[in-house]
């Protein structure tokens, strides 16, 4: 399995921005990892059109966990998967935070993912009172076991640990403190599913930029990043692109 950049770039972007996309293809037209981008609803068909026949995919940032019906404002995931989505983002800290959604739903979401041929990336993260009270693992592990779907495996699911505090705040936990994380996530879920979780991929998430790239990805289970605002300019998520590959 190749190791994954993926980029979020959550509320931003317009049909402007795609320059972005076209220039980041133009100098890394065939990287050793993976490249995903991941940009607000109204763009992704945009996108898909221009990553179309090169070695960019797109994804989706949510999905509803129904297929279709009375639900004013929300995407299922076989919308995402016709608009040309490969991926989605579930979970992540800011939908937990700001639309309360709990490990149930993200599981339900995650399921659905699946069912449309997406490849759920499934967030999971502590805030900085969490860790400061040492609850860091537990609080993880209870986000990832409450949110996994079932019957997957290393080829149709993506976990990424971002730590709350370290989200576009330009902080990030230390090397061990990484390390630590991903052992233990890598652990739980070999625990799951055995020997196929030493395969699947575990990203880092949390103000990586060109400047940490490389020694975040020289850490022991992370196997690519997830990445916000340094993913919205070509020159950024590229270096960070070409640190993956170099890993």
Avoid at 183 to 196: F, N, S, T
Avoid at 220 to 247: E, H, M, P, T
Wanted: proline share 4%; charged share 20%; net charge negative.
């Amino acid at each position: 399995m190749k190791k994954l950049a993926a980029g979020n770039w959550k509320m931003n972007g317009s049909l402007a921005a795609l320059a972005e996309v076209r220039a980041l293809l133009a100098a890394h037209p065939a990287p050793a990892c993976e490249m995903l981008l991941c940009p607000p609803a109204t763009l992704l068909a945009a996108m898909a059109g221009v990553a179309a026949g090169t070695a960019l995919a797109v994804g989706g940032q949510d999905c509803h966990p129904q297929g279709s019906g009375a639900h004013t404002g929300d995407i299922s995931a076989a919308m995402l998967k016709e608009a040309g989505a490969a991926y989605v983002i579930l979970g992540h800290s800011e939908r937990r935070a700001d639309h309360g959604e709990t490990d149930a739903l993200v599981k339900a979401k995650a399921e659905a993912a699946h069912g449309a041929g997406l490849i759920p990336i499934i967030c999971v993260g502590e805030t900085e009172a969490e860790r400061d009270a040492g609850k860091t693992l537990g609080v993880i592990g209870t986000q990832l076991y409450g949110s996994l779907p079932k019957d997957f495996t290393s080829a149709n699911l993506v976990v990424a640990y971002e730590p709350v505090w370290a989200i576009g705040t330009g902080r990030t936990p230390s090397l061990d403190e990484i390390a630590e994380v991903h052992h233990y996530l890598r652990a739980r879920l070999i625990a799951k599913i055995g020997g196929d979780a030493t395969k699947l991929r575990l990203l880092y998430g949390g103000s990586v930029k060109p400047s940490n790239a490389v020694e975040i990805f020289d850490v022991q289970n992370v196997d690519g990043a997830l990445v916000g605002g340094a993913s919205l300019k070509a020159a950024d998520f590229g270096a960070i692109v070409q640190a993956l590959s170099a890993a």
